[in-house]
């Protein structure tokens, strides 16, 4: 039980600290703290896996994990490419620049807007687990399909948000582009697109973890003998759990990492917005 005990008197010295440095306001304090957080609870999971001897088929420890994530790179890094670049990220960006046309379409047509917007609410709500096979059938089995599926997730998130923020713009300014005999497409690059801009990061903020997740959904019902969740799906007949989440760790840190991208382009585009500034 040592491992137990050590563990939760790692825990109660981490909470302390992180007591304390929650007080604080300098800028290395938000980093700080987060990162105690996640040690921590890595340093009791591994106690209590340990202490209490837990069968790694129902939940390996996080040495294990690492220690299989080292071994296993080359084929971490292969499942990678086949479900994060070429499903997730080409679907990602074909579904988002469709929403983003689709959007200034919807603008000029108010028969779009009444008759598409609806329709798109019911499409957004159809479960993706019944969507997957049927555009996986469609599409053949290789990353095309994946990128599909990917494409209904995102696109109507993304359409939501663009419509919503191209509307944002004030009506006085508006009118003084009105007074300046401004054009649509003046109207639309100077003024609409440029206030609609932290409504669309929004909707690609949504869209860039939901990305990922239908990519891996749709490689359930179907793909080449790789990508991350051909080799979950696998892996657990196999009951070789540290692999499981080996890649589990994997879509978490490139789902971070791509929401963290997203996140510092919108920091860098709307920085003269409100929710930016302080």
């Not at 304090?29 to 591994?46: A, N, S, Y």
């Not at 299989?68 to 890094?77: G, P």
């Not at 929403?99 to 000029?108: F, G, N, P, Q, S």
């Not at 008759?115 to 049927?134: E, R, S």
């Amino acid at each position: 039980m040592i491992w137990v005990w050590g563990s939760l008197a790692f825990w109660l010295a981490a909470w302390a600290l992180n007591s304390y440095l929650s007080r604080r306001s300098e800028t290395w304090v938000r980093f700080f703290v987060p990162t105690i957080f996640g040690i921590t609870l890595l340093i009791l999971w591994e106690g209590m896996v340990r202490g209490f001897n837990i069968n790694p088929v129902l939940l390996p420890a996080p040495s294990a994990i690492g220690a299989t994530f080292a071994q296993e790179i080359a084929t971490l890094w292969t499942d990678l490419v086949q479900t994060f670049f070429k499903g997730a990220l080409s679907g990602y960006l074909i579904g988002c620049i469709a929403a983003v046309l689709t959007a200034i379409a919807v603008d000029r047509s108010p028969f779009l807007q009444r008759g598409l917007l609806p329709v798109g609410n019911f499409v957004a709500a159809l479960p993706i687990v019944g969507m997957a096979p049927i555009l996986v059938m469609w599409f053949g089995f290789g990353w095309q399909s994946k990128a599909a599926v990917v494409v209904v997730m995102v696109f109507f998130p993304m359409l939501v948000n663009t419509v919503e923020g191209l509307q944002a713009s004030e009506k006085m300014q508006r009118d003084l582009m009105h007074t300046y005999a401004a054009s649509y497409r003046q109207n639309l690059l100077k003024l609409r697109l440029p206030a609609a801009m932290p409504f669309i990061f929004n909707g690609l903020k949504i869209s860039s973890t939901l990305a990922l997740i239908g990519a891996i959904v749709a490689e359930f019902f179907g793909s080449p003998i790789k990508g991350m969740g051909f080799r979950i799906s696998t892996e657990v007949g196999r009951l070789a759990l540290d692999m499981v989440w080996s890649e589990i760790a994997m879509a978490a840190l490139v789902g971070s990492a791509f929401y963290g991208a997203v996140a510092l382009a919108e920091k860098v585009v709307t920085f003269w917005h409100p929710s930016q500034r302080g």
